[in-house]
């Protein structure tokens, strides 16, 4: 219905598309206007960066396209309205993550599908049949880890009321991070985005792999390819917090 309703007005879809991509474009920019002053970032090159910033955006783009409408379950929470959706014989995720459905995401997603592509094109890299497979497991893994975030960020608004800003601290922000070296951050954030909330295995790891690079903490390489273990990881219990917040809802009472 909402895919239906953006497309009767094409034009407006087209430039709100435009628009989004415009919009995340400036971060590549950014980083492209400190490249006109230095050669290297911590050692990365542009393209090496550029893998970094296109899989990371990519992979968020494909999260919320499809479950980046979760934040509005706060709102939901809070003025009851989510109870229409509890009596509907579809699984309330599905609804939420349908609710104002924005198909306009898609500018983020080509435009960091286009940075990728640019970058595995001038990358000089030793091409394997392991690191060719990685990039698209590293891309579709690290859809999956944010996702993932997103579902226990909805999950979480069921005791914090509304906690939108919270997550999108974890998953834009976190995006945001993983389009710089890991070799820039202190190791304790490294340690912190690898084992506590791994959004290392969204691209760092993958990426160093393919990119023959060590591991700054030290991990061995075949680490890399453990990132559907570690989404799979992440969404069980994720899975299991919402159907618990969803268990625990009480309506407002009005």
């Known amino acids: 219905m909402w895919i239906r309703s953006a497309m009767t007005y094409r034009m407006s879809f087209l430039l709100a598309t435009v628009g989004n991509a415009a919009v995340t474009l400036l971060d590549f920019a950014a980083i492209s206007i400190m490249f006109m002053h230095v050669d ?3 050692g990365f090159s542009l393209p090496e960066i550029a893998l970094l910033y ?3 955006s990519t992979s968020l783009g494909l999260a919320s396209l499809l479950l980046g409408n979760t934040d509005r379950i706060g709102t939901r929470i ?3 309205s989510l109870d229409s959706m509890l009596v509907r014989p579809v699984p309330v995720l599905a609804q939420v993550a349908a609710d104002r459905f924005a198909l306009r995401r898609l500018g983020r997603i080509a ?3 286009g940075v ?3 970058a595995l094109a001038v990358l000089d890299v030793d091409w394997t049949a392991g690191k060719v497979l990685l990039v698209p497991v590293m891309v579709l893994a690290g859809t999956a880890i944010f996702a993932a975030v ?3 960020g909805a999950a979480f608004q069921f005791a914090a009321g509304d906690a939108a800003e919270v997550v999108n601290s974890f998953t834009y922000g976190g995006c945001t991070m993983l389009e710089y070296p890991p070799t820039v951050f202190a190791k304790e954030l490294l340690r912190g985005v690898t084992f506590i909330v791994p959004l290392a295995f969204v691209n760092w790891l993958p990426a160093l792999y393919v990119l023959g690079r060590p591991d700054p903490l030290g991990l061995p390489g075949w680490v890399a390819f453990l990132s559907p273990l570690v989404a799979f990881a992440v969404f ?5 917090a919402w159907r618990a917040g969803l268990r625990s809802y009480r309506s407002t009472g009005s």
């Open 78 to 80: 809070r003025d009851g």
């Open 116 to 118: 990728l592509v640019w």
């Open 150 to 152: 997103m579902v226990a």
């Open 54 to 56: 296109g899989s990371s």
């Open 111 to 113: 435009q960091g599908s």
């Open 236 to 240: 069980v219990p994720a899975s299991l």
């Open 40 to 42: 290297a970032l911590a």
